[in-house]
């Protein structure tokens, strides 16, 4: 029996009489095989998991606590999701060793047949791609990855010239440090934190994203990496949280959560990055990577028939939703920065129809206010610019996801 982890038994009642699969507790209990909640155990598990087989940026999104683990049976590996209604949402791909990757995506599938959920896997890599398409799953582009190669990347020629100025025009704000919670708790840089999101959020036209996004963590950091900027009076004006991957071609850190003051003088978090990059690349860290930028170069050429309309929707959520999220500027911030190459993402889903209830899904576990919170978006004013003196691209710091 595969072991289901971290659903609440209301949680497993509610979905059970939804889909008409049991009538009674004992039923209930013996599929999931589990308690009310995932261990520490279990959590310990996943990460030596992540460590031998991460090679998604995502995957290290398993170890926050909106995360449902789904583990092999047959195989050793384990799949990262949560629920909504009778749709499953995984965020990256099933971690596991390459050579198991279709046994335990088939034992998940079968799971999710057998007990009347739909599925949807996010922003998975083109490294598995024909085992979902051999297993009856749909995909369809979903954004590109900013990847940077740290041995030969730099901020010379013209390709970087922007961001360069940015960084130079930092340099004489600020410097950058890196605090290591595991070694010395620091109350104070980790109210400034807080003080820094805080501000950020009150620009922000919609709620806070989770499920694809981190938390700060500081209570149980593991493997994240911190690293901030303070001005000349030691205040911290902008932050960059990192999590580890693993590749074949080297292990890498992506950027997961950036955040600056409105206040603070532009280039701020290009200095970060910056920074961030130089000491991993010291390390002998061989990979870089701002996330995805989200729909972006997502065309219907090249793509089967049965998927087009899914690349279609897409497209009209890139043009449209510009408004809310800034996708376009978003995609353009990271494309100054000269990336090595773009690594592409897909979404995945079975049945093979991207349908209402499953877009409803992917919304919803994203932003737990939901459509509504697009919604008020759409009429939410637009913010000030507090100093039109300085260059456009100085004024708006590039943000990392």
Not at 183 to 209: C, M
Not at 352 to 376: C, E, F, M
């Amino acid at each position: 029996m595969n072991k289901i982890i971290g659903v609440s038994q209301f949680v497993l009642k509610k979905i059970a009489k939804r889909a008409g699969l049991f009538r009674s507790q004992s039923e209930l209990s013996g599929l999931y095989n589990t308690g009310t909640a995932r261990t520490k155990a279990d959590e310990q598990r996943v990460r030596i998991l992540l460590s031998r087989y991460g090679q998604n940026p995502a995957s290290y999104l398993s170890l926050e606590n909106d995360k449902l683990y789904f583990f092999g049976t047959s195989v050793e590996g384990f799949i990262a999701y949560g629920i909504v209604n009778d749709v499953i949402i995984v965020l990256g791909d099933p971690v596991c060793d390459a050579a198991d990757f279709p046994v335990l995506l088939r034992e998940f599938k079968e799971f999710c047949l057998l007990h009347g959920f739909s599925v949807v896997f996010l922003n998975i890599t083109p490294a598995f791609l024909r085992y979902y398409r051999n297993l009856g799953f749909a995909y369809a582009k979903s954004g590109d990855e900013a990847r940077f190669d740290l041995n030969t990347y730099s901020l010379k020629g013209g390709r970087a010239a922007k961001i360069r100025a940015s960084v130079n025009h930092a340099r004489k704000f600020c410097s950058v440090l890196e605090y290591h919670p595991l070694e010395k708790r620091d109350y104070h840089i980790e109210l400034e934190f807080q003080s820094v999101s805080d501000e950020w959020f009150e620009k922000k036209k919609t709620g806070k994203l989770v499920f694809s996004l981190g938390t700060i963590g500081f209570d149980n950091p593991l493997d994240k990496r911190y690293f901030y900027a303070v001005d000349s009076d030691g205040r911290i004006i902008g932050f960059t949280v990192f999590i580890p991957f693993i590749t074949k071609g080297g292990n890498g850190y992506m950027a997961d959560i950036t955040r600056r003051r409105p206040s603070a003088p532009g280039g701020i978090s290009e200095l970060i990055l910056y920074e961030a990059f130089n000491r991993f690349r010291e390390e002998g860290i061989r990979w870089g990577s701002m996330g995805i930028a989200p729909l972006a170069r997502v065309t219907t050429d090249n793509v089967p028939a049965a998927d087009k309309n899914a690349a279609k929707v897409f497209n009209f959520i890139y043009e449209k939703m510009n408004t809310v999220y800034g996708f376009k500027s978003l995609f353009l911030a990271k494309r100054e920065y000269a990336p090595t190459f773009w690594e592409p993402n897909f979404y995945a889903y079975w049945p093979r129809i991207l349908s209402l209830h499953k877009g409803y899904a992917i919304i919803t576990i994203q932003n737990p206010g939901g459509i509504p919170d697009y919604v008020r978006a759409f009429i939410k004013p637009q913010p000030q610019q507090t100093d039109a003196a300085q260059p456009r691209h100085l004024l708006k710091s590039a943000t990392v996801r």
